[in-house]
């Protein structure tokens, strides 16, 4: 029989092997986030980030159990004319102690591999209000859907979309799909697939956060997209900084050369609004019309009845 020193040596012995495997989990989860072929060495305060991500996940799961998500919708603006012609769908995660940011638990959701049902559910929610909004009668808008580099991976994504498309019989060109320049740049082979895919269907498809991942314009040619929206820190000093408006101007300019829409992110002010609109920007987003809202608040602000065929408008009044 051992004797019980040993006994406790091997008890410590197993911890630390256990606690090894723990910091090199954590190592090799912050060596993931910075991307391919890196490699990084332990530090405690990995292990504070592991315990926090693991909490997040573990409220995660109970708050899909529990309800707790729900799309809001911020409205796109036709630059010249004013009209909302889309609407982006942005997650939301109100807990009872207060709300989370998407920031803070999407990249959870992708490392727990939680990102694909939750991203299923967004677009099933997605495709049901579009439908909804189709047999009220209301003009069609088209609505946009973030997908994430993790989705892109497993294969199944384009079944999803198709699935959803088909069960709620929602026209394929009123769902437009975001995918951000670093998940194309990250992902590029698997990415393309998935682009010609989604527009062999009909898809509208979006570059979004353009201008924070370092990739040309030209090797946008690779991929087919409708829309390139610029990121929104560009737009943020576009009235008192001269390069940013440069930078803005030159990614319209050439993003028209390759036959794109260009969406302005984040904009807050009426002056931004004026210099997006003599540089030739097509549409906008941003707090300065309406941050993201809830689904019913949407439709009641801004969805409008199908304009009725010319000489049938309906009178107003006796
Ligand atoms: P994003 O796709 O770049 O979304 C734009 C973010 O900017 C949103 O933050 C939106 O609320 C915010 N925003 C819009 N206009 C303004 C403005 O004028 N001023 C300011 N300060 N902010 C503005 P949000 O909703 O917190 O989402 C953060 C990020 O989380 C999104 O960035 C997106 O990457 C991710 N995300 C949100 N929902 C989903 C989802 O359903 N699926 C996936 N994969 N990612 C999502
Ligand atoms: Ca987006
Ligand atoms: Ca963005």
């Known amino acids: 029989m051992a004797p019980v020193s040993e006994i406790a040596n091997l008890i410590e012995a197993h911890q630390s092997a256990e606690e090894l495997l723990r910091q090199a989990d954590a190592a090799l989860y912050k060596a993931k986030e910075a991307g391919r072929e890196q490699y990084c060495f332990y530090t405690s305060e990995l292990t504070e980030a592991a315990l926090i991500r693991l909490n997040t996940e573990a409220s995660l799961r109970e708050a899909i159990v529990n309800n707790e998500l729900s799309v809001y919708l911020q409205p796109q603006i036709d630059v010249l004319t004013g009209d909302v012609i889309g609407a982006e769908a942005l997650l939301r995660w109100h807990k009872a102690a207060g709300f989370i940011s998407p920031d803070e638990f999407i990249p959870v959701a992708e490392q727990s591999g939680l990102i694909h049902p939750i991203g299923e559910w967004v677009m099933d929610q997605?495709?049901?209000?579009?439908?909804?909004?189709?047999?009220?009668?209301?003009?069609?808008?088209?609505?946009?859907?973030?997908?994430?580099?993790?989705?892109?991976?497993?294969?199944?994504?384009?079944?999803?979309?198709?699935?959803?498309?088909?069960?709620?019989?929602?026209?394929?060109?009123?769902?437009?799909?975001?995918?951000?320049?670093?998940?194309?740049?990250?992902?590029?082979?698997?990415?393309?697939?998935?682009?010609?895919?989604?527009?062999?269907?009909?898809?509208?498809?979006?570059?979004?956060?353009?201008?924070?991942?370092?990739?040309?314009?030209?090797?946008?040619?690779?991929?087919?997209?409708?829309?390139?929206?610029?990121?929104?820190?560009?737009?943020?000093?576009?009235?008192?900084?001269?390069?940013?408006?440069?930078?803005?101007?030159?990614?319209?300019?050439?993003?028209?050369?390759?036959?794109?829409?260009?969406?302005?992110?984040?904009?807050?002010?009426?002056?931004?609004?004026e210099l997006l609109r003599d540089l030739g920007c097509d549409f906008y987003q941003g707090y300065l019309t309406s941050p993201a809202v809830a689904v019913d608040e949407f439709e009641q602000r801004f969805m409008k009845p199908m304009a009725s065929p010319q000489g049938l408008e309906p009178r107003s009044g006796p």
Not at 152 to 175: F, S, T
Not at 237 to 260: K, N, V
């Open 126 to 273: 997605v495709c049901c209000v579009g439908q909804d909004w189709m047999a009220k009668g209301y003009a069609p808008i088209r609505l946009a859907v973030n997908l994430s580099s993790y989705q892109l991976r497993h294969g199944k994504v384009i079944e999803m979309i198709e699935d959803k498309l088909n069960h709620y019989q929602y026209p394929a060109n009123l769902l437009e799909v975001e995918l951000t320049e670093s998940a194309l740049m990250r992902r590029e082979d698997e990415a393309e697939l998935i682009l010609q895919q989604l527009q062999k269907m009909g898809v509208s498809l979006a570059i979004d956060d353009f201008g924070t991942g370092y990739s040309s314009l030209a090797y946008l040619r690779n991929f087919p997209l409708n829309v390139l929206k610029i990121d929104k820190s560009f737009i943020d000093e576009l009235e008192t900084c001269t390069e940013d408006r440069e930078i803005t101007a030159a990614i319209i300019a050439m993003g028209h050369t390759l036959g794109l829409k260009i969406l302005a992110e984040g904009v807050e002010t009426q002056q931004q609004l």
